[in-house]
């Protein structure tokens, strides 16, 4: 066989994301908490009760995990819930706590990145009305401030905050994530509130540490007209695109942010970002259908030849990612990729989506766009938010009620990408030997 490869630029970081809620167990005090409790809230009735009992210590095993795969970065994320449990008490358990996963992931040679708000938040704040009003400006800068006092000699990437448009979608417009509401105009304020929330934590973040790096994780969902050649579709598809992918990129970029109703001016938001975090899982055909009024008149749908992830939850369109990197490179930030993966708990599927995407993303490095490492999402299955644990996202299987975690054949396909920083034809033919021929047709052929 001919030795091809992709070989990435030096440096280059290779890791896993998680968040607090979906790993940590022992959850009392955010408003996701709450929300588990009420019937019907999450399939299955399903909790984030134990999850993967970080908050018990096996951090440590899974961070012996990712060090031995060759992994040598780690997103992961501060419950602002367990940090702030009452309004100015702080709890220094809980930042000992966050300390003691820092210094784990530097002996163990691991850049940590750190995101600050990850789709939960304390039930105090949401009862003094959350993200729907200006007053969360200050609450969340406060919160930042502490964190950056408290741990910011330990990291120097910060996500402010995860997804802030998949979060106003789940939470304001389809209703399944806390507060449960379904008003579009709301969720606009609310995108809108945390885009200034983010501006002030950027702001205080580099006053506490001059040698900071804040960005954002955005949620980059492909949305492609279902019939092209039919302008309905091709509008809907467009203003699904603008104010859900695009808002706040734009509004960082300018100092505007455009809402349905109209456009407002953000000057302290311009600039707010030293990188910008891709989080892309797949892509949509959008329909123009009446009956949608909340997603802008759009009906989605996968293609009827996409290949579909074990629920049917993600479609493989690595070609997707390649398009919103480029869509995003325009604008001259550093990348990350801080999500991407797949649920599919046999793991039939993900070797290739795996090899696929990242097929995608050096693509992406070799046409010059500044992406500077990738964070699969995830290393452990971990709660899956309304889908509790029916999806598996997870290098390493989970048996929540042992904690036992086995690898999946993708964990050593990763650990494999990691310590080479390449993919090789070799290492595709083994794992996904049907993509391997269209990734490497010469070598694959040869051989
Ligand atoms: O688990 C989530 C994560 O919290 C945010 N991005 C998508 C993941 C998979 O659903």
């Given at each position: 066989m001919i030795r091809a490869q992709f070989t990435f630029p030096r440096g280059f970081l290779w890791g896993?994301?998680?968040a607090a809620h979906q790993v940590e167990g022992g959850d009392a005090l955010s408003d996701w908490k709450a929300w588990e409790a009420e019937p019907g809230r999450v399939l299955g009735a399903h909790t984030s009760a134990r999850a993967c009992e970080w908050l018990?210590?096996?951090?440590?095993?899974?961070?012996?995990r990712a060090a031995a795969d060759g992994h040598n970065a780690q997103r992961l994320s501060v419950e602002w819930a367990r940090i702030e449990p009452e309004p100015g008490r702080w709890d220094a358990?809980?930042?000992?706590?966050y300390r003691a996963q820092l210094l784990a992931l530097r002996a163990r040679n691991i850049t940590p990145m750190v995101t600050l708000c990850h789709f939960t938040q304390p039930l105090w704040f949401m009862e003094r009305g959350g993200w729907e009003t200006p007053a969360c400006i200050p609450l969340f800068e406060r919160y930042v401030q502490k964190v950056a006092a408290e741990l910011g000699d330990l990291c120097s990437l910060w996500c402010t905050i995860n997804e802030p448009n998949a979060y106003m979608f789940a939470a304001y417009v389809a209703g399944v994530f806390p507060p449960g509401r379904h008003n579009l105009l709301l969720a606009q304020q609310v995108h809108l509130n945390q885009l200034r929330a983010h501006a002030a934590a950027y702001h205080a973040l580099h006053a506490a540490r001059p040698d900071a790096r804040v960005g954002w994780a955005q949620y980059l969902r492909g949305f492609e007209a279902a019939r092209p050649g039919f302008p309905p579709d091709r509008w809907a598809a467009h203003w699904q695109h603008q104010l859900f992918n695009m808002g706040w990129v734009n509004a960082v970029h300018s100092g505007r942010f455009r809402m349905l109703q109209r456009s407002v001016p953000v000057p302290e938001c311009r600039g707010t970002c030293d990188w910008l975090g891709v989080n892309y899982y797949t892509r949509d055909l959008v329909a123009f259908d009446l009956r949608h009024p909340l997603e802008l008149f759009g009906r989605r749908q996968f293609a009827p030849d996409d290949v579909l992830s074990e629920q049917g939850f993600i479609a493989s369109h690595p070609a997707g990612l390649f398009r919103a990197l480029g869509e995003m490179q325009k604008f001259g930030w550093p990348m990350f990729v801080t999500e991407n993966g797949v649920e599919d708990a046999p793991d039939n599927m993900r070797p290739a989506y795996l090899l696929e995407h990242l097929r995608a993303l050096w693509q992406a490095v070799c046409f010059n766009f500044p992406v500077h490492g990738y964070f699969h999402w995830s290393l452990v299955d971990n709660f899956e938010w309304?889908?509790?644990?029916?999806?598996?996202?997870g290098l390493y299987a989970l048996d929540v009620d042992t904690q036992v975690r086995t690898p999946r054949s993708s964990a050593k396909?990763?650990?494999?990408?990691?310590?080479a920083n390449a993919i090789s034809a070799e290492i595709a033919q083994r794992y996904a030997?049907?993509?391997?021929?269209s990734m490497f047709p010469g070598a694959v052929l040869a051989g």
């Open positions: 896993t994301a998680s018990q210590g096996r951090y440590i095993e899974d961070f012996d358990a809980a930042l000992q706590f309304e889908r509790g644990w029916t999806q598996r996202f396909l990763y650990a494999e990408i990691c310590r030997p049907p993509v391997a021929a």
